[in-house]
């Protein structure tokens, strides 16, 4: 007997959403397709409003007909600007993710905790309330690093990481003490790595395994559409990423790529791509 899995999509403005998805297969089995809108790279800088407008341009296409039992908005700047429009807009599940900040106050030591993120993240209001009404006992200190996004898409492409300046870009965070750093941007996962390298005596959280739980938990309230089989898809926008991506694509079961045009008087690529890809 076959089981019908729950058909989830996953979104960001580019490869950094695919730390969440990873984390949400690690949980649960789910037919899990994912769109990197590399052509508005970063989601950090753009306006509530033309990320709302964005978001339902794209999405429109994808979610006709029932193609997907949820979306998860892998993108902290996306979720706090657009989540609630987009759920009025489509009606069915979405899920944001926030930046790790009760988790961090939970963990820490000294009372010193440090928030990493692109300048929306850091700038914005909800990081702020968050940390008082989590964190009011800890100083957060707070780093936007926007060059991290663009470090991060280096080094899943196959780029080197480049050490020295990333220690140069993040040591005002390291210099004020901190024992708990919180990776606000869904790219920066992609640098743990390199970031304990930097700074071993500092523990790095993001809010991936936290999304993955949250998405579990709405999708036991309902059971999956029964739909044709179809292959996940790994869309994009933009130009088409290097082949030194696909192995980490395969890993997460994306094995097809779909390129979609950016959406013009409501017509896009989607529209036809995704009847023969995730929709079945």
Known sequence: MTTTLHRVLVLDSGLGGLSVLRDIIRLQPLHCSYLADNHFLPY?????????????????????????DAVVIACNTASTVALAHLRTAFGIPF????????????????????????????????????????ASHCQLFKLAAPQLVQMAEGKLQGEAVDISELHQ????????????????????????????????????LDSGAAVARRLQSLLAETSPATRTTATPC???????????????????????SVSLESPVNGVTRADTAVKGCAAG
């Open 169 to 204: 870009l993040v040591a005002p965070l390291l210099e004020s003490g901190i024992d708990t750093g919180i990776l606000g941007c869904t790219h920066f996962p992609w640098l743990r790595e390199e970031l304990q390298r930097i700074a071993p005596q500092v523990q790095w």
């Open 95 to 134: 899920v944001g993710v926030v930046p790790a900040i009760k988790t961090a106050a939970e963990r820490t030591t000294n009372g010193r905790i440090g928030l990493l993120a692109t300048a929306a993240t850091v700038n914005g209001t909800y990081a702020q309330q968050l940390a008082d009404s989590f």
């Open 234 to 256: 790994f869309y994009h926008t933009g130009p088409a990423y290097q082949s030194t991506l696909t192995p980490l694509l395969q890993a997460l079961n994306l094995r097809q």
């Open 44 to 68: 950090g800088n753009k306006t509530a409003q033309q990320l709302q407008q964005r978001l339902q341009d794209l999405l429109h296409p994808l979610l006709q007909n029932g193609a997907f």
